[in-house]
Structure formats: C-alpha cells, structure tokens
C-alpha cells in the first residue's frame, strides 16, 4: 500500500533491534518529516559509522583510530584489565568515571547452546595479551548468566598457572526486587557473594 520508497525505509528500519512494523512505520514517516539538512546528516552518519568504526587492534573496543582512547591514554592503570563482553559495557563503565583500568572486549560469550565456542569469542587474543601485559588482576565483567559464568570459569581454568588476582563483579538481588520474581542463578550469587553488614 505504501509507495516503494517507504516501504523500502520501513524494511530497514525493521533491521534494528527491537524494531517492529509498527515502530518502523513511525520512524519512518518521522524521517519524512525532517528537514533536508537533517536526511542529510542521517544518512551521512551512517554511512561515516561504517566507513570509519573498527576495532582497536589493542582491546577490540570500537574506535576511529588505530588505537582507541583508552589504550593511548598513558595514565591508566595498566595492571589491571576488565574483560567485558562487547563495547557498549566499556562505555557504560567509563560514563560512570569510577574504574581507570585498562578493558579487553571479547566477542561475545561462550554458548553451546547457539554454537558459540571458546574459538569464537577471541579467547586467543585475550590470552596474548595477558601474557604479554603482565596484568595483577583481571576482572570479569560479565553478565549474570550462564553463558557468563561458563566464560569467566572457561578463563579462569586457562590462567591458573599464573599469578595473577582473577575477580568478578560482585551482583546479587537488585534494590527494590520482589525476592519471589528473582531467579534461581542471581540468588546463589548474592548467598555467595553476601558481605558482613558494618
């Protein structure tokens, strides 16, 4: 029903996450109604991403450069490395300003499940690196499942020869949950991880 043009829009925008018929439909008409100069910039922005965007030869964040920001900044902390599972999370814990360490971002977690296996999420440049760094301490920074926990023990199994501090952020049940909605592997976590009340 729609001319072709738009239907064509609303089909890309189904391409994004999250992103039904009916949002695709609204985006897409919200598109026809910004100004040229806008378009402009909206198409020139995705295609500059593309063109521009890859990962840091160092830690595999995204980044512009050869580098990225974090491995060319010389006052980090460079004895200790937080792995996270992809590049949003290093961006989230930098807006919060409370960690200064150095990151390595892997691609994804190990799934059998889905056909992910340790060779698929660039364990052997993690492992280099380490290697290579001299790191005190690895954090693991991962999500609270079972993927994530069978990537930080697969890991963890790999480094025990060598002395270096192997953490995990601390996670339990959230403020404000209702203890009956809150499932079983985040209730093991926080009976394990339970702290002295000071």
């Given at each position: 029903?729609?001319?072709?043009?738009?239907?064509?829009?609303?089909?890309?925008?189904?391409?994004?996450?999250?992103?039904?018929?009916?949002?695709?439909?609204?985006?897409?008409?919200?598109?026809?109604?910004?100004?040229?100069?806008?378009?402009?910039?909206?198409?020139?922005?995705?295609?500059?991403?593309?063109?521009?965007?890859?990962?840091?030869?160092?830690?595999?964040?995204?980044?512009?450069?050869?580098?990225?920001?974090?491995?060319?900044?010389?006052?980090?902390n460079r004895d200790i490395l937080c792995v996270v599972e992809d590049t949003k999370n290093v961006?989230?814990?930098?807006?919060?300003?409370?960690?200064?360490?150095?990151?390595?971002?892997?691609?994804?977690?190990?799934?059998?499940?889905?056909?992910?296996?340790?060779?698929?999420?660039?364990?052997?440049?993690?492992?280099?690196?380490?290697?290579?760094?001299?790191?005190?301490?690895?954090?693991?920074?991962?999500?609270?499942?079972?993927?994530?926990?069978?990537?930080?023990?697969?890991?963890?199994?790999?480094?025990?020869?060598?002395?270096?501090?192997?953490?995990?952020?601390?996670?339990?049940?959230?403020?404000?949950?209702?203890?009956?909605?809150?499932?079983?592997?985040?209730?093991?976590?926080?009976?394990?991880?339970?702290?002295?009340?000071?």
């Amino acid at each position: 029903m729609y001319p072709d043009s738009i239907k064509s829009l609303i089909e890309c925008f189904k391409f994004l996450p999250g992103i039904g018929e009916k949002t695709a439909e609204r985006l897409a008409f919200s598109v026809l109604e910004l100004e040229e100069e806008q378009t402009t910039f909206f198409a020139d922005s995705i295609q500059e991403v593309k063109s521009k965007i890859h990962k840091c030869k160092n830690c595999n964040t995204l980044t512009e450069d050869e580098l990225c920001f974090i491995c060319n900044d010389d006052s980090r902390n460079r004895d200790i490395l937080c792995v996270v599972e992809d590049t949003k999370n290093v961006f989230l814990f930098e807006r919060l300003g409370m960690y200064h360490g150095m990151y390595h971002v892997l691609d994804g977690l190990i799934n059998p499940l889905e056909g992910i296996n340790p060779e698929d999420i660039g364990l052997d440049q993690l492992i280099e690196r380490i290697h290579k760094e001299k790191f005190q301490e690895i954090i693991f920074a991962f999500k609270p499942s079972i993927e994530g926990e069978t990537t930080a023990l697969y890991i963890k199994k790999i480094l025990e020869d060598m002395d270096i501090t192997i953490t995990r952020l601390a996670s339990g049940v959230p403020i404000g949950a209702d203890m009956e909605y809150v499932d079983s592997l985040t209730l093991e976590r926080a009976l394990n991880d339970r702290k002295e009340i000071e």
